[in-house]
């Protein structure tokens, strides 16, 4: 796969100062378009030590206009990206819609590493690289343009290189123990990134291996690769953008079903809600006191029809856990600034700390009721959002995070009861929307959705909790057992 870049292509002087300017201002242009298109660029700069990786980075933010660009050098992890699944840190620096990101090293990085000095088994490194491939399809989809670069270099080449920046006292300080380390693991490095590249290239985000050798063809291929992959993407976008997402018929429930068959007469007295409470609310907060020591993590999600007591359920939790240790997402409508980005970006900067609870109040499960039903998304977006919600959550459960999902169900008949009693009650008011009213229309069509989504997500690790909720007060209780219930399983472990 190497040998091509191993050739000694090179560009002279004269060749390179005749074609760069021409370069530089198509890749300029490029730009400009770019920030009004409907899609962002991720651009992936990896491969050999030594190899000019960095001197492309800066080439490029000389080249570009700095002000549409992002550039993250990815280094060691910080706590705080250590107290979160492996993949945290780099969901949440994708570039907005418009914009460029930069990854000096990125997702590719620590699973190559861990390899070649046995942190990682052939098997894990594979998981791991069918976990960016679900991660890179999810990005193409979501209108992310991933251009990825592999610089390399020969075993020759590489030690040239190094010995030739040591032997400056200007460029000593760029030369580190442990790139000599690297370089006597370069056969190895070279083998699992060969096997890295092979089964990570796709049609949607293809490798491109540029031979690294000399720096003028090396910067003038980088660029024109570049300018080649968002040129195509533009024309595409210019093509079809405007076209309306086409209307889609509303599903309709098949009865019985799993929410059809909860008792939704269920029901506690005050005085056994009460005595009930009281001993789980002490349960629970002596869990998640645990759950802290443990250094493990938590997260609730909460779905269900309007006034289905979603809000009431959360405030009977969080009112016996330490406030220091949770935090409550309520979701709305989208941002600007979360429009502009893949849909579970949004949830993804929220995911919880080692120790902390982090509760949904709705959750990247819209994606396939409220924007299916009601046609925010075409019909392929929340389709394969199941796949790619299952791979996400399958991500934080590997990473230790306890994963507990809660459907609130409650009748048609219930539903309007509340919706009345908020409209005629001052403190009320502002629950209760003509979006509410309007969604109520299609109770069938978001039953049906439910039931899609229960049975297509429901995982072995992170089920979903059906839950009876005409009375609140059988609800309340029945998810704080639920929660205690796991807690306690987990935590045994």
Not at 94 to 111: D, V
Request: charged letters at 30%; a positive charge; hydrophobic letters at 40%.
């Amino acid at each position: 796969m190497f040998e091509t870049a191993e050739v000694g292509n090179r560009i002279d002087k004269r060749a390179f100062a005749r074609e760069a300017p021409k370069v530089r201002e198509a890749l300029l242009k490029a730009q400009r378009a770019l920030a009004g298109a409907g899609f962002s660029v991720v651009l992936h700069i990896g491969g050999v030590e030594g190899a000019g990786k960095s001197e492309t980075v800066n080439h490029l933010l000389a080249w570009l206009d700095a002000r549409g660009i992002q550039t993250h050098a990815v280094w060691d992890s910080t706590d705080e990206e250590r107290e979160r699944p492996f993949m945290w840190r780099f969901w949440r620096l994708l570039p907005a819609t418009g914009r460029i990101g930069i990854f000096l090293g990125s997702w590719y990085t620590a699973p190559i590493i861990d390899r070649v000095f046995g942190r990682l088994t052939a098997a894990g490194l594979d998981q791991a690289l069918d976990r960016i491939l679900e991660f890179e399809k999810m990005l193409s989809r979501e209108n992310v343009l991933v251009v990825k670069l592999w610089m390399h270099l020969s075993k020759r080449a590489q030690e040239e290189r190094l010995r030739a920046l040591e032997s400056s006292r200007k460029t000593r300080w760029r030369v580190r123990k442990v790139d000599w380390k690297f370089f006597r693991k370069y056969d190895d490095f070279r083998s699992v990134s060969e096997h890295a590249l092979r089964k990570t290239g796709t049609a949607w985000s293809p490798w491109h291996i540029v031979a690294a050798e000399d720096e003028r063809y090396r910067t003038l291929t980088v660029t024109r690769t570049i300018l080649a992959a968002l040129t195509e993407r533009l024309a595409a976008w210019k093509e079809n953008a405007g076209k309306k997402i086409p209307a889609a018929p509303l599903p309709r429930p098949a009865r019985p079903n799993v929410i059809s068959r909860l008792d939704l007469k269920l029901a506690l007295t005050d005085k056994v809600y009460e005595r009930r409470l009281e001993k789980l609310q002490g349960d629970l907060n002596r869990l998640t006191r645990r759950l802290y020591d443990r250094r493990r993590s938590m997260i609730l999600v909460f779905e269900g029809p309007d006034a289905a007591g979603k809000g009431g359920t959360i405030r009977r939790l969080t009112s016996c856990i330490d406030a220091r240790l949770y935090e409550v997402i309520s979701v709305a409508a989208p941002t600007d600034e979360e429009r502009a980005h893949p849909y579970l970006w949004r949830f993804w900067r929220h995911l919880p700390r080692l120790g902390r609870v982090t509760i949904y109040d709705r959750s990247w499960y819209g994606r396939v009721l409220v924007e299916r039903i009601e046609g925010f998304c075409q019909a392929s977006d929340w389709q394969r959002a199941y796949a790619e919600i299952n791979a996400f959550e399958e991500q934080l459960t590997t990473f230790g995070i306890v994963v507990l999902k809660f459907w609130l169900a409650i009748g048609a008949d219930e539903q309007l009861r509340r919706f009345k009693d908020r409209e005629t009650t001052p403190y009320k008011q502002y629950k209760i929307t003509e979006e509410d009213w309007r969604n109520r229309k299609r109770w069938d069509a978001y039953e049906a959705a439910a039931c899609d989504m229960i049975e297509r997500t429901s995982t072995e690790a992170a089920p979903w909790s059906p839950v009876e909720a005409n009375d609140n007060n059988w609800a309340r209780i029945k998810v704080m057992k639920t929660v205690a219930v796991r807690l306690k399983r987990e935590l045994r472990r």
